[in-house]
């Protein structure tokens, strides 16, 4: 939980974005006549800075010039609008490795235009700033960032800049997008993570329209689900790999943020038809079975639907030549799975997620 007055001033924005999006929806035509001076967003104060409607900048996030605080030095971009509106907030490289999602910030950003645009966009485009430099998963002290919010003042300095963070920009925010990729040796199908059981959450990850929602509110300490649990709706985007650019990715990122700016009110942009959500409440993951290590090749793919029994691969035991079939145990989509590797006994291989009615 965050501190209780932050939580506060999070809850009360909340319910302010809640109450905005039908309001906004349904004076988009009046709006787009034009502001008047009533109409006119006030400027934004952010990190010691003071950002006027209608203008977008970039800066570091240094709360302090001090050695500690040194390791913060990660890019800040905002985009005022001219116009009222919601605050959507855009988070990459939480994962240093993770780069699709931070060139996903880096291009929403870039196409967003300031004086057309209704309300706030911020994006942090690689938080863990060393990490997505050094092609690092983890923080410059080994913890993952993303097990440490809200974070606490006196904590590592996963938890300092996790509550730097929370104190500083998440208050402005009444919507939030994570972006991230598979974690090493994996790759994800494009789909958003989400904690279905809110309803505004819901609307999001839908909205966000991708077609594929997999149900969970996260780990304790991530920044998705403390936010979640602060008011904010928050979804996360999951698609592709570590380590590299992956243009379909990237540009499925941007088009689904795009529609979520659009659902909010945010742009005139009309929001691409929303395809039908296929909405997984369940997941797990396929393991290679106990003494079957060895090189794995997957015959299955990402999208696949697989049924009970289906083959799914096999792993070959380079010294014995032994090879052993991976088999679906359950049916589903492939929603994750491991690359062509060495894997030892328990290593994930498949991720299949399915609807609990199935
Ligand atoms: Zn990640």
Known sequence: ????????????????????VPVVLASLVTAAAGASAAERLDSLQLL???????TSVKFPFIPDRSFEAS????????????????????????HGDELN??????????????????GTLIALPAINAAGVRTGTRYMSDRRDLNRTFPGREGGSVGSLIAHSITTNVLIHCDALVDLHTASNQRTNLPQIRADISDPAIRELAIHFGLGIVVAGSGPDGSLRREAANAGIPAIIYEAGEPF????????????GVENVMAYLGMTEQVERKVPDSRIYERSRWIRAARGQGGFFFPTADLGDVVQSGDMLGTIVDPFTDASFEVIA??????????????????YALFHIAWHASD
Request: net charge negative; hydrophobic share 45%.
């Open 48 to 54: 010691g800075r003071e950002i006027a409607a209608g």
């Open 244 to 255: 590299r650019f992956q243009l379909d990715e990237i540009e499925r990122g941007v088009q």
């Open 101 to 118: 999602g931070v060139e996903v910030a880096r291009r929403a950003f870039a196409q967003t235009d300031p004086e057309e645009l209704r």
């Open 1 to 20: 939980m965050l501190q209780p007055d932050i939580y506060d001033i999070v809850t009360k924005l909340r319910c302010r974005m809640l109450a905005f």
């Open 329 to 346: 145990p359950l049916a589903g989509e492939i929603i994750g799975m491991a690359v062509p590797q060495p894997v030892l006994s328990g």
């Open 71 to 94: 390791y913060l030095n990660t890019p800040v971009f905002v985009a005022r609008g001219l116009t009222p509106g919601p605050t959507l907030c855009l988070t990459a490289g939480v």
